[in-house]
């Protein structure tokens, strides 16, 4: 199975707010499967498909320590319910930055799974975590944006730099 290409901030691509999933072929399957294998290769605990550069509602996640625990989520809606949690965030698309990001700290999650069946979910702690910030890239939205503008320019002029170094 191939590994897809993830996108790095400041990539304009990432910006970009995906549409729904109204068709639910073997193509959406071969993308979901190909997005958990280049997310447990990474690796990540979540990936969404704008990161992959494809601008459709499709997310997935695993938080388990053996990687047994894959969950794949198609159009989903977010209902952040009490609690708020303040842990150290990374980004597949903003390699090398950890900060502290404050999210939800429980949710609950309506979705469709991979076939179009409704699917809903709870969470709380770091599934949690990873699923706002997962939903957020279909939005357009990174956990930089969250930060001090001290802090994002910081992240944007390294990350810049990189990017030129390779090119
Ligand atoms: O691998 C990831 N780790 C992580 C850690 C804390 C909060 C969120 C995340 S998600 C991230 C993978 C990623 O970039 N998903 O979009
Ligand atoms: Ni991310």
Avoid: W
Wanted: aromatic share 4%.
């Amino acid at each position: 199975m191939p590994l897809l290409n993830i996108l790095h901030h400041p990539d304009p691509r990432l910006r970009t707010k995906a549409a729904p999933v109204s068709v639910f072929d073997s193509a959406l399957a071969t993308l979901a499967k190909n997005m958990l294998e280049t997310m447990y290769a990474a690796p990540g605990i979540g990936l969404a498909a704008t990161q992959v550069n494809v601008h459709k509602r499709l997310i997935v996640v695993d938080v388990s320590e053996d990687s047994n625990a894959p969950h794949i989520l198609v159009n989903p809606k977010l209902e952040l319910l009490g609690g708020r949690v303040a842990g150290d965030e990374g980004c597949l698309s903003v390699p090398g930055f950890y900060e502290r990001v404050e999210r939800a700290e429980q949710i609950n999650v309506q979705a469709q799974d991979v076939t179009g069946a409704p699917l809903t979910m709870s969470a709380e702690g770091l599934l949690a975590v990873c699923i706002q910030h997962e939903c957020d890239h279909l939005d357009g939205k990174l956990f930089v944006d969250y930060l001090s503008s001290l802090k994002r320019n910081r992240i944007n002029k390294k990350l810049r730099q990189l990017a030129s170094e390779r090119d």
